[in-house]
């Protein structure tokens, strides 16, 4: 499918998709304060997986099967969305939505020491000195978080959502083995439907809701049509248009994203000490960033689902 865009059309795309993958924190915060995490999980996967049923000769196209990539296919699918959505959903019961966004922030830095360690890919100096600065971030902040009623354990909900992004990065790197076989929409369709059926068994070992509010049928609506499949594809058609460099560099909005949403609308409480740490995360960032633009780019793999 060639969508014919412009340079402009391409950003605002991108810039669409990282605001939506941003909100999803607060969204997914507020629909597990009022339905255990595990049934919003699963009638998310449930809805991703009846509109990708719509496009099924689409994503079929371009699949070539080789013998013995089901164990492959299955331990992508286990480590995103089931571990990676069952450690997510627990740690929002513990820890602020913008807490965990922030958290996010680390993942491309972990992607790259996981490739380090599994792919044999190099790292310099400068990245690693920016992975460590990040994640001393993430440890001061998890240090000095209060605990309110939007983050009643912040420091196991931290832990928790680290937890899903190593999930995040063991699922990505089986994402560069597979897609040089499969299409990302058929990876993306396959991890849905094999979610739907990971989070049935949780789902209804605790009673269903006897009445759900229109606002939590409509947020996870919004997480398993719109956060799911549309910001993925808004971000595979910038990717189409614009170079690696770019991309990459746009899935730092994210937790920006994140923390804003969770600071206007679940008016979270971020102090001090915490502020300074938010100032080390970024700045850790932008260490690895830099280098790796010195370095020239590689062509970004799809980056997980968010929240």
């Known amino acids: 499918m060639n969508l014919r865009i412009s340079n402009l059309q391409a950003h605002l795309a991108l810039l669409l998709a990282m605001l939506i993958w941003g909100s999803s ?5 507020i629909t597990i304060d009022v339905m255990p995490a595990m049934q919003v999980m699963f009638f998310r996967m449930l809805v991703g997986s009846v509109v990708l049923l719509l496009f099924v000769r689409w994503w079929l196209r ?3 099967y080789q013998k013995g990539d089901w ?15 069952l450690f997510e959903g627990l740690a929002l019961k513990y820890t602020s939505a913008s807490q965990a966004g922030l958290i996010t922030s680390i993942l491309p830095l972990m992607i790259a020491a996981g490739a380090w360690l599994f792919l044999k890919e190099q790292i310099k100096k400068r990245q690693w000195f920016g992975f460590t600065l990040a994640v001393a971030g993430v440890v001061w902040m998890s240090a000095h978080s209060e605990v309110s009623s939007s983050a009643p354990n912040p ?16 699922y990505t790197l089986l994402v560069k083995k597979l897609t040089s076989r499969y299409n990302p929409v058929f990876l993306t369709a396959f991890q849905t439907f094999v979610g739907a059926v990971f989070f049935l068994p949780l789902a209804l070992s605790q009673p269903l809701p006897t009445h759900v509010e229109p606002q939590v049928i409509w947020g996870i609506i919004y997480m398993g049509a719109v956060v799911s499949l549309g910001a993925y594809g808004l971000y595979n058609i ?6 690696a460099t770019i991309t990459g560099a746009y899935i730092n909005l994210i937790p920006v994203f994140a923390l804003v949403f969770a600071l206007v609308v679940l008016k979270d409480n971020i102090n001090l000490q915490q502020w300074l740490a938010v100032l080390v995360i970024f ?25």
């Not at 960033?289 to 020239?296: N, S, V, W």
Request: proline share 9%.
């Open 238 to 243: 910038a990717l189409s248009r614009l170079p």
């Open 62 to 64: 371009g699949v070539k």
């Open 283 to 307: 700045t850790g960032i932008g260490i690895s960033q830099y280098q790796q633009r010195l370095r020239g780019a590689e062509t970004p793999l799809p980056p997980a689902p968010h929240a």
């Open 155 to 170: 420091l196991l909900g931290n832990f928790l959502e680290v937890l899903a992004m190593v999930s995040a990065v063991g």
């Open 71 to 85: 164990k492959w296919l299955l331990a992508m699918a286990a480590f995103e969305p089931c571990l990676y959505f």
């Open 25 to 29: 924190f607060t969204l997914l915060k």
